[in-house]
């Protein structure tokens, strides 16, 4: 813990404390480093509060659903929820829900942490996937406040690190009141750092959870059109070949890009004009349109309209090695599953779906192609779609958010989270 903090003080906060604070004296205060130094003074009204952490937009909107489910459970609760990024706050704010309120998490340093805690005097602290920021968990926990993290992910990766500072590892552990992994493997990395067998919980996909919303139709065929979601850098450039290929026999090919991160936008531009295919650009205001081949949907929170729009979705992240997005929001919009090699992130669901038939791996622009071909055709796309639909069956959340709620409202003492009791009927089937 002491060299944590000794590379933190030294290196990252002392350069957002001098820009924060720079910002003060020239009047020009940037409001996301004063959100997260709390110089914005907030100043909460009084409530009974559960803390949500979750790193970005993906997180957010995977545990949307269990939140959901959380304040219809208990009217009278207020949830604060924190991300690690501007956008993530702007699609939580876009909830529009006054009992939420969305804020950047605050910086991991105990000063901080101690006048937030303060502020906010939270119930429980809920993490969502794998945001085990140290000096959050431990204050929280020393103050008694009960730490929950659900859908959480550890890889391989991950637990080498955490392996090399076991006495932390163990603190951190010890702080965790209640876990639900994501799988097995997290399972194992967790009970293998020291947490206790019986604080881990069922295993839960929140993004297994994801649900098709009524969006405004697109203007050219679905069964044409293609989405490449989330992608990565040096991901675009094999989908635009890929789909320039494809097109010199299917002209009626559509494509939706999608970047994970729309700052990317000039550098894709160049890719696609290097290309030669015509394009419009979502964030420089155009609308989609029939005639032209590619449009470049850089804005967030929009995925929904992109999924309902394409019969075939390429999954970013999978092509270079970032781990893979999740295959659960193309499937449940029907939408035919492409995917490359790197699935570490999902890996029982894409095991699950090469099964079954549900996806297809590619691993290169002329495999991409040859796949696109393949699935330009409305029976395939629906056959695929449904093998992946029901292949991700399994993958329900349903107990095991009813077991998160349970374990907070024993944790947190909410008597309205508690199970609802069996009737008659159940308790003979007991």
């Given at each position: 813990?002491?060299?944590?903090?000794?590379?933190?003080?030294?290196?990252?906060?002392?350069?957002?404390?001098?820009?924060?604070q720079?910002?003060l004296?020239?009047?020009?205060?940037?409001?996301?480093?004063?959100?997260?130094?709390?110089?914005?003074?907030?100043?909460?009204?009084p409530?009974?509060?559960?803390?949500?952490?979750?790193?970005?937009?993906?997180?957010?909107?995977?545990?949307?659903?269990?939140?959901?489910?959380?304040?219809?459970?208990?009217?009278?609760?207020?949830?604060?929820?924190?991300?690690?990024?501007?956008?993530?706050?702007?699609?939580?704010?876009?909830?529009?829900?006054?009992?939420?309120?969305?804020?950047?998490?605050?910086?991991?340093?105990?000063?901080?942490?101690?006048?937030?805690?303060?502020?906010?005097?939270p119930?429980?602290?809920?993490i969502?996937?794998?945001?085990?920021?140290?000096?959050?968990?431990?204050?929280?926990?020393?103050r008694?406040?009960?730490?929950?993290?659900?859908?959480?992910?550890?890889?391989?990766?991950?637990?080498?690190?955490?392996?090399?500072?076991p006495?932390?590892?163990?603190?951190?552990?010890a702080?965790?009141?209640?876990?639900?992994?994501?799988?097995?493997?997290?399972?194992?990395?967790?009970?293998?750092?020291?947490?206790?067998?019986?604080?881990?919980?069922?295993?839960?996909?929140?993004?297994?959870?994801?649900?098709?919303?009524?969006?405004?139709?697109?203007?050219?065929?679905?069964?044409?059109?293609?989405?490449?979601?989330?992608?990565?850098?040096?991901?675009?450039?094999?989908?635009?070949?890929?789909?320039?290929?494809?097109?010199?026999?299917?002209?009626?090919?559509?494509?939706?890009?999608?970047?994970?991160?729309?700052?990317r936008?000039?550098?894709?531009?160049?890719?696609?004009?290097?290309?030669?295919?015509?394009?419009?650009?979502?964030?420089?205001?155009?609308?989609?349109?029939?005639?032209?081949p590619?449009?470049?949907?850089?804005t967030?929170?929009?995925?929904?309209?992109?999924?309902?729009?394409?019969?075939?979705?390429?999954?970013?992240?999978?092509?270079?090695?970032?781990?893979?997005?999740?295959?659960?929001?193309?499937?449940?919009?029907?939408?035919a599953?492409?995917?490359?090699?790197?699935?570490?992130?999902a890996?029982?669901?894409?095991?699950?779906?090469?099964?079954?038939?549900?996806?297809?791996?590619?691993?290169?622009?002329?495999?991409?192609?040859?796949?696109?071909?393949?699935?330009?055709d409305?029976?395939?796309?629906?056959?695929?779609?449904?093998?992946?639909?029901?292949?991700?069956?399994?993958?329900?959340?349903?107990?095991?958010?009813?077991a998160f709620?349970?374990?907070?409202?024993?944790?947190?003492?909410l008597?309205?989270?508690?199970?609802?009791?069996?009737?008659?009927?159940?308790?003979?089937?007991?």
């Open positions: 813990m002491l060299i944590y903090r000794l590379i933190l003080s030294l290196t990252l906060w002392p350069w957002l404390g001098l820009r924060s720079w910002g004296w020239t009047g020009r205060r940037d409001r996301d480093l004063a959100e997260r130094w709390l110089l914005d003074r907030p100043r909460p009204a409530a009974r509060r559960i803390w949500v952490h979750a790193a970005s937009n993906g997180e957010l909107a995977s545990v949307r659903g269990a939140l959901r489910r959380l304040l219809d459970r208990d009217p009278s609760l207020h949830l604060l929820v924190t991300c690690n990024t501007p956008s993530g706050r702007a699609l939580v704010a876009g909830w529009g829900d006054a009992r939420i309120e969305p804020r950047l998490a605050p910086v991991d340093l105990p000063p901080v942490l101690r006048r937030f805690l303060d502020l906010w005097r119930s429980a602290l809920v969502v996937e794998n945001e085990l920021w140290p000096e959050r968990l431990l204050a929280s926990a020393a008694g406040i009960p730490v929950l993290v659900i859908g959480a992910r550890m890889s391989a990766r991950s637990h080498r690190v955490w392996s090399r500072l006495r932390l590892a163990r603190r951190l552990m702080a965790i009141t209640w876990l639900a992994p994501q799988d097995d493997a997290s399972r194992d990395r967790f009970a293998g750092l020291g947490l206790a067998p019986d604080r881990i919980g069922p295993a839960m996909v929140l993004k297994s959870a994801a649900a098709a919303a009524g969006t405004a139709p697109l203007p050219f065929p679905r069964a044409r059109t293609i989405l490449a979601a989330s992608t990565h850098e040096g991901e675009e450039e094999i989908v635009l070949d890929a789909v320039a290929e494809a097109r010199a026999q299917r002209p009626d090919l559509h494509l939706i890009l999608a970047p994970r991160h729309p700052r936008r000039d550098g894709i531009e160049a890719a696609i004009r290097a290309r030669g295919l015509a394009f419009a650009t979502r964030s420089r205001g155009a609308e989609p349109d029939a005639e032209t590619v449009y470049l949907a850089d967030l929170g929009e995925m929904d309209r992109w999924y309902a729009g394409a019969g075939i979705t390429v999954v970013g992240g999978s092509l270079v090695d970032r781990g893979g997005h999740t295959p659960f929001e193309p499937a449940a919009h029907g939408s599953i492409l995917t490359g090699p790197h699935v570490s992130n890996a029982p669901a894409y095991a699950a779906l090469f099964a079954a038939g549900g996806a297809i791996e590619v691993r290169d622009a002329a495999s991409l192609a040859a796949a696109i071909r393949a699935l330009a409305p029976a395939r796309q629906a056959a695929q779609a449904g093998a992946a639909s029901a292949a991700l069956a399994a993958f329900g959340t349903d107990a095991a958010i009813d709620l349970a374990a907070l409202g024993d944790a947190a003492g008597a309205a989270l508690a199970p609802e009791p069996e009737g008659p009927e159940d308790a003979v089937h007991a």
